[in-house]
């Protein structure tokens, strides 16, 4: 083999190599971080991983939200109006358009008691915004 | 009447747009001046019908005239002046006539180059972008006509702008980033026009690079803005959230850097000339597949316009026939156009290879955990998950760091072969760099980050291999090695900051009544009080702060009662080396306030860097060999094969 084509070789078996590489850390990235979406019904049924990064949504309840009395702490709970109700526990600061009665979606750990813990809540951003999730439960919300 | 006389102008813009495209096209299948130039004319006719278009619905914007829908849908009476003109491109319908505007106005620099370019190339080039237009006025005018009345019951009230958009930043964001979409649109022209002549030599690439650079310095300013925005809009510190939409005009963005310096390969060596053309195209289709992900309604996204099915078809339509079209046409065209890389040692070309390589990965991972979640829902029938950040930084990063690596050798290497010696002094260099990037981090943040160091040494090394080679040139130095230095250094800088603020940035949640006081990184912030006011169109509560019982800082919450919305507006205290960035959040109880308070390091070099490759990138369209058309250029190109 000549010195053109050693090299050449050496180059496309570069990419080759990077190309693979990088796909195979792709594959396990994606596995990593991606969060599934559960509605409050699979959740309260209990056909959620425990201790595992998810996301759920509901309605938030009204006169549920409940602060603790000196830090950002906070609970509230969210439900499918159709009788699928689950808590949620929070610290630190909710979102502005955050509201009883409307749409959030929360990320995080379903803990084995049935709370859930967040450390993302999302609420959605105006009126005419609505996450595809929550879409059923706001036309129940409309009729 | 104001509104019937636009939707007439932007009817007469789709007559023209297919006029050019015919025109065009004859004047180029049989050499004839006379199409062509008619062409030219109707590319001048088509601009300004649609300007026409664009300035009537300003008008009803300003008249607050709300028997037109999307007047009512996106103003109010009380909106300020400016937010009524920039809310004609604050929702997709009159988005989308910006749109064709934009795309007309490209058309007209293409047309008024005419004489900068062989007859043929420029007529087929011309006559693609007129078939683009065609194709986006009559998307518009079938399912997203902005001039529709809403009679009889006109209100009396709009709905107003929404809040988030009611910012400065957002007058700007929108035009740059669809200049800079479109700008690829002549890019992907270019190469549909080589494909057809079959003539692909170092004048197209000369005449080609201008277009690329022009449309790269708009979409890198646009993004730029949109993460500014984002950062002192949204109100909580964030600049890049890989949300679907950013992703969408980071992709291409990615390619055509990409393109850029694969040009360059082809012009000086008249190296990957199949690629070159194929990634022109595939530019712009990433530019359309972000304008359907953003307008059909299929991603969830803070960006995403409200949701129409047959929007959405009728967009994955336009992109099937133009990428299948270009694609098709490339397959049929591309093994006429021979080029051949002969020099496979470590080189400027392969360092233009890995350059490549390496953004076209970045691009392939991003798509990946971009569409994956859309997938998901195909297949699973509507099971819906999200794809969460740290994806995105765990395959990104790394690319960066090896495309970062190669980027210093740039001005090291040489065409064909480099000497040995020198590669070895720049790793000398790098060695150097990376010895005094272990010990800043300690001097200037107190502490140790592996990534901070890793960016930190890079970024020096390429400011040092960059800074030397200017030196050197300094007797002789084109405007194109000018840019091609400068925007590296702006790279350099954007690194640094992203993996700096990333690191080290401070982010404390409180809970505050007026009166306590917070400790963050030994400086004192006190809440003194809340107060509470009226805007233009918005109630404000707003605090007072005072930081080391020195500096007042005001951030607020913004009620918009007529969307029923409420803002955050931070304040910020920006600095070259440091912001320091505080939102107030919701009232808890008995007066108390959440806060968050956040010392943001180095954050402004990440939009400076950017800023400086934009500048950078219309530096080197300034250079000499750009300017004019040598008879040697046209002579060549008309033998060429």
């Known amino acids: 083999m000549n010195d053109l084509r050693r090299r050449r070789m050496l180059v496309l078996l570069f990419l080759f190599c990077g190309g693979s590489l990088t796909a195979t850390l792709a594959i396990f990235a994606l596995q990593s971080n991606i969060n599934h979406y559960y509605p409050p019904d699979e959740v309260v049924a209990g056909s959620v991983p425990i201790e595992h990064t998810i996301r759920a949504g509901g309605m938030v309840v009204i006169d549920s939200v409940v602060h603790d009395d000196t830090g950002l702490g906070v609970e509230f709970e969210l439900s499918d109006r159709k009788g699928s109700t689950f808590s949620v526990s929070y610290k630190g600061l909710l979102p502005s358009l955050f509201r009883e009665g409307q749409g959030a979606i929360v990320v995080g750990k379903l803990q084995s008691d049935g709370v859930f813990e967040a450390n993302q809540v999302m609420a959605k951003h105006d009126e005419n915004y609505v996450p595809p999730e929550l879409k059923e439960l706001h036309e129940i919300d409309d009729s | 009447m104001i509104p019937e006389l636009g939707h007439f102008a932007a009817i007469l813009g789709l007559a023209s747009a297919l006029g050019v495209a015919i025109t065009a096209f004859w004047g180029a299948f049989n050499a004839q001046d006379s199409w062509a130039n008619m062409a030219i004319r109707l590319a001048k006719l088509q601009f300004v019908v649609l300007a026409i278009a664009f300035l009537l619905l300003v008008a009803s914007f300003l008249q607050d005239d709300f028997s037109v829908l999307y007047v009512a849908n996106n103003s109010n009476t009380e909106l300020p002046w400016y937010y009524k003109i920039s809310a004609v491109w604050g929702a997709h319908e009159g988005s989308f006539l910006l749109w064709t505007l934009v795309t007309a106005s490209w058309t007209l620099a293409v ?39 809403l009679v009889p019951n006109v209100p009396l009230q709009g709905a107003d702008l929404n809040p988030v958009l009611q910012d400065p930043g957002l007058i700007i964001h929108p035009p740059m980033l669809y200049i800079g979409y479109i700008g690829f649109a002549v890019a992907f022209s270019f190469g549909i026009a080589a494909l057809c002549t079959g003539k692909l030599d170092s004048a197209w690439a000369r005449w080609t690079r201008p277009w690329v650079n022009a449309a790269w310095v708009f979409l890198t300013v646009g993004i730029a803005l949109g993460s500014w925005w984002a950062y002192y809009e949204l109100g909580w510190g964030g600049w890049w959230f890989w949300d679907p939409v950013e992703n969408a005009s980071f992709m291409p963005w990615l390619a055509g850097t990409a393109l850029i310096h694969s040009l360059a390969a082809t012009e000086k060596r008249g190296a990957f000339k199949n690629w070159t053309i194929l990634l022109a195209l595939l530019t712009f289709s990433l530019c359309l597949i972000g304008a359907f992900l953003v307008r059909s309604g299929v991603l969830t996204s803070v960006h995403a316009f409200a949701v129409d099915p047959q929007r959405g078809l009728f967009l994955l339509g336009i992109l099937v026939v133009v990428t299948g079209g270009a ?19 470590i080189s400027r070309e392969l360092l233009l290879l890995m350059n490549n390589a390496l953004l076209v990965l970045a691009v392939v991972t991003i798509m990946l955990g971009t569409l994956y979640p859309l997938g998901y829902e195909w297949f699973t029938g509507g099971d819906t998950m999200s794809v969460g950040g740290p994806y995105f930084n765990r395959m990104f990063i790394p690319l960066m760091i090896v495309l970062s690596f190669f980027l210093a050798l740039a001005p090291i290497a040489r065409w064909k072969t480099t000497p040995k010696e020198l590669i070895m002094r720049g790793l000398i260099l790098l060695a150097g760099s990376a010895i005094v990037s272990l010990i800043l981090p300690w001097i200037f943040w107190s502490s140790f980050n592996f990534g901070v160091s890793c960016a930190l040494a890079l970024a020096l090394w390429i400011a040092i291999t960059h800074v030397n080679s200017l030196w050197k040139q300094r007797h002789s130095l084109t405007m194109g090695n000018l840019g091609m230095a400068t925007a590296h250094l702006g790279f350099a ?19 505050l009544t007026p009166g306590q006081s917070l400790d963050v990184n030994g400086k004192t912030y006190e809440l003194a009080e809340v107060t509470r006011s009226q805007g233009q169109n918005y109630i404000a509560d707003q605090a007072t702060f005072n930081v080391d019982g020195r500096l007042e800082m005001h951030p607020e919450r913004r009620n918009y009662p007529i969307r029923q919305t409420i803002t955050t507006e931070a304040a910020i205290k920006p600095g070259f080396f440091k912001d320091t960035y505080i939102s107030l959040g919701e009232p808890i109880a008995n007066g108390s306030w959440g806060v968050r308070i956040q010392e943001k390091p180095l954050v402004r070099w990440i939009w400076l860097g950017a800023f400086i490759m934009g500048a950078a990138a219309v530096v080197a369209c300034l250079d000499k060999r750009y300017r004019r058309l040598s008879r040697r250029d046209l002579l060549a190109h008309a033998t060429s094969q």
């Open chain 2, 493 to 511: 800088m954007a690194i640094v900051g992203v993996a700096v603020t990333s690191a080290f940035s401070l982010e404390r949640d409180a809970r």
């Open chain 2, 327 to 345: 694609l098709y046409l490339y397959s049929v065209r591309a093994s006429t156009i021979r080029s051949r890389i002969q020099y496979w040692g």
């Open chain 2, 111 to 149: 047309a008024l180059r005419s004489k900068h370019l062989p007859l043929e190339l420029h007529s087929y080039v011309l006559g693609s972008m007129g078939f683009l237009n065609t194709a986006f006025l009559t998307f518009m005018l079938a399912s997203s006509n902005p001039f529709v009345r």
